[in-house]
């Protein structure tokens, strides 16, 4: 079992050698997608070129106003109720070692202490990524929440269904995508429901208390505290003096983050915020163009042609692989599984960042691909497309967390350079 420690700043994470606990600095690194993500995606079976490429001269489609009708909601089967009395935690301690009764009776005694509460936590590693979690009872995590996510549902279903909750700060470091299966290494695969900002320092998800215990999680080494907000400088200085060796105490801002929840639904439909390439539409992100005309050429081929030159350096070749795999040039629009829409599967977030009006009809429309062309070029440029070579190969690995697409796409890309010279 790895020992948790929590943080003292978002770039920090635990190490554990022979028990040791030390913190180190957190690796620049993603993580990888089990096979079920990518085996959603990648719809052309095998990655080997084709041996005669799908012809490129049909003329686009664009589909009738509006997008498809959403398949309804199923009803929400959290059961925490609607009325909550929410206690923002003003510390958090994290112990080496589960938090003894008394210690925790001691502190609740302290002056200006109004609520505690422990919960189970620990750093499981995910492709060799160390991710420190929470494992909670949803019905009383939940009034620790900041009301933006309390509010969500599927939030607190996610965790009922031992399903991962992400931070929203750890799903763009890591470029975790929702819907996705991770395997936690030695241990069980875990799927990313949903992203929420608890604004808890170095806590980077939640799991149910059940999902806790098959991961191994330590219990009741975590302490959230709850007082007036003017009196955390003297609360923390009680704490400290009534906590063993090793144990910290962070600080929780006064100015948490707030946003709302974003989640996947049981239909794969997001509810707010996460693109299917596995990037964040939050962060120090890549500046993408807002608006991009390329007219309505009258093929598929014309149109690639046409928006590969938003992004300089980027082959129309690409743009024309990638159009191939999602959607087999407008063929098989979606909705996919995962709630990825149009010609070249966004997802609705990610397309309010990285989507453009392409026919300059004063519309971005996801399910138009004259839209949908020129924002697959700005989505990859804005990772670093144009600059070719490695570069290129990440910014498709972007586009779907799966090594096995990037050489599908390397492939396609190249079969259509041969054939269209």
Request: glycine share 12%; aromatic share 6%; with cysteine.
């Amino acid at each position: 079992m790895r020992a948790f420690a929590a943080v003292l700043a978002v770039v920090t994470a635990l190490a554990v050698i022979g028990g040791a606990v030390f913190l180190v600095v957190r690796p620049a690194d993603s993580l990888s997608a089990t096979a079920a993500e990518s085996d959603v995606r990648d719809l052309n079976g095998p990655s080997a070129p084709p041996a005669s490429p799908p012809a490129l001269l049909a003329r686009p489609s664009a589909p009738p106003t509006g997008s498809p009708a959403a398949s309804p909601t199923p009803a929400a089967t959290f059961t925490g109720g609607p009325g909550v009395t929410l206690t923002p935690p003003r510390l958090l301690v994290i112990s080496q070692s589960t938090l003894p009764q008394q210690t925790k009776e001691d502190i609740s005694r302290l002056r200006h202490v109004q609520k505690i509460d422990s919960f189970d936590g620990g750093a499981v590693r995910v492709s060799g990524v160390g991710l420190n979690l929470l494992a909670v009872d949803p019905a009383r995590f939940r009034a620790w929440a900041p009301k933006a996510v309390a509010d969500q549902p599927a939030v607190w279903n996610a965790l009922v269904k031992g399903e991962l909750v992400a931070e929203s700060a750890a799903v763009n470091r890591f470029g975790l995508v929702l819907g996705a299966e991770y395997q936690v290494d030695g241990g069980p695969q875990l799927r990313v429901a949903a992203s929420a900002s608890f604004g808890l320092p170095g806590v980077d998800g939640l799991v149910g208390e059940e999902t806790g215990r098959r991961l191994g999680l330590l219990p009741g080494v975590a302490l959230l505290v709850n007082g007036p907000e003017k009196a955390v400088t003297t609360l923390n200085a009680g704490v400290r003096k009534l906590l063993s060796s090793g144990a910290q105490v962070i600080t929780v801002g006064r100015n948490r983050a707030v946003t709302t929840a974003t989640a996947k639904n049981s239909t794969g439909r997001t509810t707010t915020g996460k693109t299917t390439t596995g990037r964040t539409t939050t962060g120090t992100q890549p500046r993408a163009i807002r608006r991009a005309t390329v007219g309505r050429p009258g093929s598929y081929l014309e149109l690639y042609r046409k928006s590969a030159g938003i992004c300089p350096g980027l082959s129309w070749t690409v743009l024309a692989a990638i159009g191939q795999v999602e959607s087999s040039h407008g063929r098989n629009n979606g909705p996919s599984s995962a709630g990825a829409q149009g010609p070249m599967q966004f997802m609705p977030a990610t397309w309010k960042v990285y989507g453009v009006d392409g026919d300059g009809d004063g519309v971005a429309d996801i399910w138009s691909p004259y839209d949908a062309v020129p924002s697959a070029a700005n989505y990859l440029c804005a990772n670093g497309a144009g600059r070719g070579g490695k570069k290129l190969e990440k910014a498709i690995w972007f586009y779907n967390h799966s090594w096995s697409y990037v050489s599908k796409v390397m492939s396609i890309s190249q079969a259509y350079a041969r054939t269209y010279p």
